[in-house]
Structure formats: structure tokens, C-alpha cells
């Protein structure tokens, strides 16, 4: 290979060199690697196929984390994260009836909790130890539980309770219909959005169109 030839590879290595990231950004990088193999594999998701994912050197991530566990628990923390979810409950803020919203709601919901089923054994562990994350959280639930009251606030003189109460009894709902250990055996999970929904407007008594209900109230 010619002098000539040798200058210009390097030259095009040179310009193909990408530029360290900051440690802030590797870090979010990584984070972000971690998440889906963590929904995928738990904690056993090696550092390899971290690494792998995030498209760097193994050893890079102990630049940025002293160790996996640290790690884990900053994707877990992510993965948590519900300020996502509450922003995507206020862009449902703009649609006309009570019903289309809170069944974009819990679509919404059911989504983000499906896609972190996996990782429940995880919390329950770090909230026996971890006040931090306990309290990530229950910041988390307030979070979605206010995104929630204030897609029902408009409607509020036509509910019988509170929008902040409606939005726990939903939330509650989504909750139990999405994590089998909390439905007991029941057959919530094989509930539609639209009859979660229906269940907490209308109630499950059933009621013909050509049958008034007489009975008295309690």
C-alpha cells in the first residue's frame, strides 16, 4: 500500500471516529439500552448484552456506573417513570366527551403497565430497602392520579364522587385488570378498555332499555 493510500485511510478513520459522549448522555444511552432487555430477561440480563444493545465497549459501562446493580436500578427507575404517561393523558385533555377520553386513558394506561408486567417482583423487592425508589413510586401513582382528575375536572358536576376519587377507582381498576396476582383468579384482565370504562360510569348492574329499574335504593 502506497504512502499516499495509507495518509488517506487514516484520514477517513479520522473523520469516521465518533465523538465521545458526555457522561450525563452515555449514561442515559445505557439506561436506555438496559430497559427493554430488562422487561425481557430481569436480572440476568448480563453487562455483555448491554453493552451490546447501547453499541459500546462492555467495560464502558463501569465508566458511567460503578457496578450491574447500580445500573438496574437507574433502568428500573426509568422504566417507572411516569411522567411520560401523564403527559400523554394531558394530550387526551382535548378530546369532547367523558367517555372517549377516559377509554384513550386507559389504553394509555394498560399500555405502559402491560409493557412493565415483568418487572413488578423488582419494586417490591427495592421498596422493602430502597426509600428513594419507594418513593419514585408514589410520586408516580400521584402523578398518573392528578393526569387522571384533570381529564374528568370538566365533566365534574355529572359525577357522583370527586374527579380526584374517580381517578383512584379507575386507576385501581387498570391496576387489578393488568397484574393477575392482584386479580385474585378473576377474569378482569379479559376485560375491553371500553368496559373498564362502562364499569366505572355505569356500574354493573344490568339494566334493559325497556325495563325501568324500581327497586329502591339502599
Do not use: W
Not at 113 to 118: T, V
Not at 143 to 172: K, N, T
Not at 191 to 210: K, N, Q, T
Amino acid at each position: 500500500m502506497s504512502e499516499y493510500s495509507l495518509i488517506t485511510l487514516r484520514g477517513m478513520n479520522k473523520r469516521r471516529r465518533v465523538p465521545a459522549m458526555a457522561p450525563e448522555d452515555r449514561r442515559a444511552a445505557l439506561i436506555a439500552a438496559t430497559v427493554p432487555l430488562l422487561r425481557e430477561h430481569g436480572a440476568a440480563v448480563s453487562t455483555r448484552q448491554i453493552a451490546e444493545a447501547a453499541g459500546v465497549a462492555e467495560g464502558t459501562i463501569f465508566g458511567v456506573f460503578p457496578d450491574k446493580a447500580t445500573l438496574l436500578r437507574a433502568a428500573l427507575m426509568s422504566a417507572f417513570d411516569r411522567r411520560q404517561a401523564a403527559d400523554a393523558l394531558a394530550a387526551i385533555g382535548g378530546r369532547p366527551g367523558l367517555r372517549e377520553r377516559l377509554c384513550a386513558a386507559v389504553a394509555t394506561l394498560r399500555a405502559g403497565m402491560r409493557a412493565n408486567a415483568n418487572l413488578i417482583a423488582f419494586p417490591r423487592e427495592l421498596m422493602l430497602e430502597d426509600a428513594e425508589f419507594r418513593q419514585h413510586m408514589l410520586d408516580g401513582r400521584r402523578r398518573v392520579q392528578v393526569a387522571l382528575a384533570a381529564l374528568m375536572e370538566p365533566d365534574r358536576d355529572r359525577l357522583r364522587r370527586s374527579p380526584e376519587a374517580v381517578a383512584q377507582m379507575l386507576l385501581m381498576l387498570i391496576v387489578a385488570s393488568v397484574h393477575p396476582g392482584i386479580d385474585a383468579g378473576g377474569d378482569l384482565a379479559e376485560m375491553a378498555d371500553e368496559e373498564i370504562v362502562s364499569v366505572l360510569l355505569d356500574g354493573l348492574l344490568v339494566r334493559p332499555s325497556h325495563t325501568p329499574d324500581r327497586e329502591s335504593p339502599c
